[in-house]
T-cell receptor
Framework: AQSVTQPDIHITVSEGASLELRCNYS??????LFWYVQSPGQGLQLLLK??????LVQGIKGFEAEFKRSQSSFNLRKPSVHWSDAAEYFC???????????FGTGTSLTVIP | DAGVIQSPRHEVTEMGQEVTLRCKPI?????LFWYRQTMMRGLELLIY????????DSGMPEDRFSAKMPNASFSTLKIQPSEPRDSAVYFC?????????????FGPGTRLTVT
């Protein structure tokens, strides 16, 4: 079955440290992959997306993600985390084979001073 | 652009009452989604429309829930009768095209509390 999996429910990092949030997908065809961020009390905001071309995509707020077909992954990274990055992060995906779009269960990020 | 507009932002109602949540998608967007978010179940897709036509309502919990999209600029999600377990944040999102390659734009959500 097609799906998106986020293995980490919660991650804590120190401010200024690097960050990597994991996302794995299960799609037979070329996937369309997205990362969204949700701050407390807010809706989801798109950080970046991938659907073709360069496998390293840049997003807003200094985030980037790399599509790795061999590992079925689309991990989100940031070289230096800021306290304002504390939020819930969702990976999501779909494909061109049908109307199937899935959100992962989310990873909650805590940033400590 | 005003973004996706949802109303009300907060709703408190008593069990058994009818609740109607409203959504105005971004102008020109062809797809509209209704989600429910709770701590226990996370983000759940309830139903989505392409060009005002319901495509997949398999996420609608039960017959108490219904959704309509009478035109391209308005959609409602109705719960009748409401129950305490319906308490959640309900999000509406819209998308420019019907392809899964387009991103969804989310509204600020409606926080529903059923007492």
């Amino acid at each position: 079955a097609q799906s998106v999996t986020q293995p980490d429910i919660h991650i804590t990092v120190s401010e200024g440290a690097s960050l990597e949030l994991r996302c794995n997908y299960s799609y037979g065809a070329t996937p369309y992959l997205f990362w969204y961020v949700q701050s407390p009390g807010q809706g989801l905001q798109l950080l970046l997306k991938y659907f073709s071309g360069d496998t390293l995509v840049q997003g807003i707020k200094g985030f980037e993600a790399e599509f790795k077909r061999s590992q079925s992954s689309f991990n989100l990274r940031k070289p230096s985390v800021h306290w304002s990055d504390a939020a819930e992060y969702f990976c999501a995906g779909g494909s061109n084979t049908g109307n199937q779009f899935y959100f992962g269960t989310g990873t909650s990020l805590t940033v400590i001073p | 652009d005003a973004g996706v507009i949802q109303s009300p932002r907060h709703e408190v109602t008593e069990m058994g009452q009818e609740v109607t949540l409203r959504c105005k998608p971004i102008s020109g967007h062809n797809s509209l989604f209704w989600y429910r978010q709770t701590m226990m179940r996370g983000l759940e897709l309830l139903i989505y429309f392409n060009n005002n036509v319901p495509i997949d309502d398999s996420g609608m919990p039960e017959d108490r829930f219904s959704a309509k999209m009478p035109n391209a600029s308005f959609s409602t999600l109705k719960i009748q009768p409401s129950e305490p377990r319906d308490s959640a944040v309900y999000f509406c999102a819209s998308r420019r095209g019907t392809s899964e390659s387009y991103e969804q734009y989310f509204g600020p959500g409606t926080r529903l509390t059923v007492t």
